[in-house]
C-alpha cells in the first residue's frame, strides 16, 4: 500500500512527524512507473537488482517492495557493503568462522533476514569471495561451515531470506573488469529496477520539497516564489533526491518561516556542493545567483554562510558537535568556519 503526497498532507497539521522511509513520492509518470513496479516486485520472492545513480532512493524503493510484500512482518536487514571490512566480511554475512572465536558472536546477517529480506546497498563493492557465495546461495546450495544455512528451496517460508540488491555503478563494466561475477549478476538480474534519477522527475520536485518539510517543525517550514521552484526545476541535480533533501533541511535551518526567492534559494544550492575546477555545463549563472548590476557574490554567500553557522549554532544550544551534524558538516570545518567569522561559542549556550 502506497500513500500518496495528498494523504500524506493530511498530517501537516502535526508540529513536525517522523517520514516514512518506504513510500514512493510523486505524481509524475516516473513516480508512477516506479511503484507500478515495485508493486511487481512485490509479489515476487525471487531476487530483485535496483540500479540507478546515488541518492536517487533505492533504498526507498527497496523498503516499498519490502512493505508491499508477504515478508513485511520478518526481518529487513541492510548490509552497508562499503562498510565491510574485508577481513570479516564472510563471518559477519555468512556466519562462516564464528565457531573459532571463544566469545558468542551475534547471528551473521543472513540469520537476522530468516524469513525476511536482505539489501546490499552498493553490491559492486562485495569482494569476489563474499560474491561466490552469494551466488552459490542463489543457486540453492548449501555452504559448509556455515551454520544454519537458509535453504531456499525449503517448503517452510521462514527458510527463506530474499535477496535485494542496489548499485550505483554500472555491473556490466565491472564485470568487464573481473570485478564482479557474471553468475551473480545474472541471478540477481532476475527482476530489475531502475530508479531514476531526479533530473528525469522534475514535476515531483515541488511536491517532494512539501514532504521533506513535513519533517520540521511548522515554524521552520518556508515557502518558495515561482522563480525559486523554476531555478529548482531547472538545475542538474547531481546528488538526486539526497541532495533536494539536505536543501531542504539547510533552508529550514537557514530562514526558517521565511519566503524564499531565486536568489536565496540560489545560495543554499550553492553551499552544498562540491568545489569544482569548471562549471557543470547545464548551470546558467544568470538564473542560479541572480547577477545584477552592483551584486557581489562572494559578499553574498559569506554572509548566508555567517548566518547559518549562528542559526545551526543557536539551534544546537552552543554545542558544536550538534550544530555541525545540524549543518550537515565535520566538527573540525564547523569550527573553521566559526574561526573565519570570527564567533564566539559562549555566546550561543543556554544558561541556566
Same mark, same amino acid.
Given at each position: 500500500?502506497?500513500?500518496?503526497?495528498?494523504?500524506?498532507?493530511?498530517?501537516?497539521?502535526?508540529e513536525?512527524?517522523?517520514?516514512?522511509?518506504?513510500?514512493?513520492i510523486?505524481?509524475?509518470?516516473?513516480a508512477?512507473s516506479?511503484?507500478?513496479m515495485?508493486?511487481?516486485?512485490?509479489?515476487?520472492?525471487? /531476487?530483485?537488482?535496483l540500479?540507478?545513480?546515488?541518492?536517487?532512493?533505492?533504498?526507498v524503493?527497496?523498503?516499498?517492495?519490502?512493505a508491499?510484500?508477504?515478508?513485511?512482518?520478518?526481518?529487513?536487514v541492510?548490509?552497508?557493503?562499503?562498510?565491510?571490512?574485508e577481513?570479516?566480511?564472510?563471518?559477519?554475512?555468512?556466519?562462516?568462522?564464528?565457531?573459532?572465536?571463544?566469545?558468542?558472536?551475534?547471528? +551473521?546477517?543472513?540469520?537476522?533476514?530468516?524469513?525476511?529480506?536482505?539489501?546490499?546497498?552498493?553490491?559492486?563493492?562485495?569482494s569476489?569471495?563474499?560474491?561466490?557465495?552469494?551466488?552459490?546461495?542463489?543457486?540453492?546450495a548449501?555452504?559448509?561451515?556455515?551454520?544454519s544455512?537458509?535453504?531456499?528451496?525449503?517448503?517452510?517460508?521462514?527458510?527463506?531470506?530474499?535477496?535485494?540488491?542496489? +548499485?550505483?555503478?554500472?555491473?556490466?563494466?565491472?564485470?568487464?573488469?573481473?570485478?564482479?561475477r557474471?553468475?551473480?549478476?545474472?541471478?540477481?538480474?532476475?527482476? +530489475?529496477?531502475?530508479v531514476?534519477?531526479?533530473?528525469?522527475?522534475?514535476?515531483d520536485?515541488a511536491?517532494?520539497?512539501?514532504?521533506?518539510q513535513?519533517?520540521?517543525?511548522?515554524?521552520q517550514?518556508?515557502?518558495?516564489?515561482?522563480?525559486?521552484?523554476?531555478l529548482?526545476?531547472?538545475?542538474?541535480?547531481?546528488?538526486?533526491?539526497?541532495?533536494?533533501?539536505?536543501?531542504?533541511?539547510?533552508?529550514?535551518?537557514f530562514?526558517?518561516?521565511?519566503?524564499?526567492?531565486a536568489r536565496r534559494?540560489?545560495?543554499?544550492?550553492?553551499?552544498?556542493?562540491?568545489?569544482?575546477?569548471? /562549471?557543470?555545463r547545464?548551470?546558467? /549563472?544568470?538564473?542560479?545567483v541572480?547577477?545584477?548590476?552592483?551584486?557581489?557574490l562572494?559578499?553574498?554567500?559569506?554572509d548566508?554562510?555567517?548566518?547559518?553557522?549562528? +542559526?545551526a549554532?543557536q539551534?544546537?544550544?552552543?554545542?558544536?558537535?550538534?550544530?555541525?551534524?545540524l549543518?550537515g558538516l565535520?566538527?573540525?570545518?564547523?569550527?573553521?568556519?566559526?574561526?573565519?567569522?570570527?564567533?564566539?561559542?559562549?555566546?550561543?549556550?543556554?544558561?541556566?
Open positions: 500500500m502506497y500513500l500518496r503526497h495528498r494523504e500524506l498532507k493530511a498530517g501537516k497539521e502535526a513536525f512527524e517522523r517520514l516514512p522511509d518506504d513510500v514512493i510523486g505524481d509524475g509518470g516516473a508512477h516506479l511503484r507500478q515495485v508493486a511487481l516486485a512485490a509479489a515476487s520472492d525471487g /531476487p530483485l537488482l540500479t540507478g545513480p546515488a541518492g536517487c532512493g533505492k533504498k524503493a527497496a523498503r516499498a517492495v519490502y508491499a510484500s508477504p515478508q513485511r512482518n520478518h526481518p529487513f541492510t548490509v552497508n557493503v562499503a562498510a565491510l571490512a577481513q570479516n566480511a564472510i563471518e559477519l554475512l555468512f556466519g562462516i568462522g564464528a565457531e573459532q572465536h571463544r566469545r558468542a558472536r551475534p547471528p +551473521s546477517l543472513f540469520a537476522q533476514a530468516r524469513g525476511g529480506m536482505l539489501f546490499f546497498d552498493e553490491i559492486a563493492d562485495l569476489l569471495e563474499c560474491q561466490a557465495l552469494l551466488e552459490q546461495l542463489l543457486n540453492h548449501e555452504i559448509p561451515g556455515m551454520p544455512s537458509p535453504k531456499r528451496n525449503s517448503a517452510e517460508p521462514t527458510d527463506k531470506v530474499r535477496i535485494i540488491a542496489a +548499485s550505483s555503478q554500472c555491473l556490466a563494466s565491472k564485470i568487464g573488469e573481473d570485478r564482479f557474471q553468475d551473480l549478476y545474472y541471478h540477481l538480474s532476475l527482476l +530489475s529496477i531502475h531514476p534519477p531526479l533530473r528525469q522527475r522534475r514535476e520536485i511536491t517532494l520539497i512539501d514532504y521533506f513535513m519533517a520540521h517543525p511548522t515554524a517550514r518556508f515557502v518558495m516564489d515561482g522563480a525559486a521552484l523554476q529548482l526545476e531547472a538545475y542538474h541535480w547531481p546528488g538526486n533526491i539526497r541532495e533536494l533533501r539536505n536543501l531542504v533541511a539547510r533552508a529550514c535551518l530562514h526558517p518561516g521565511r519566503p524564499l526567492g534559494m540560489a545560495a543554499l544550492l550553492t553551499m552544498g556542493q562540491p568545489l569544482r575546477s569548471k /562549471p557543470h547545464q548551470s546558467k /549563472p544568470n538564473d542560479l541572480g547577477i545584477g548590476p552592483g551584486f557581489n562572494k559578499a553574498y554567500l559569506d548566508e554562510e555567517l548566518r547559518f553557522i549562528q +542559526s549554532l539551534q544546537a544550544g552552543g554545542i558544536v558537535q550538534h550544530a555541525a551534524d549543518s565535520k566538527r573540525t570545518t564547523f569550527i573553521e568556519k566559526m574561526k573565519r567569522y570570527g564567533i564566539n561559542q559562549a555566546e550561543f549556550k543556554k544558561k541556566g
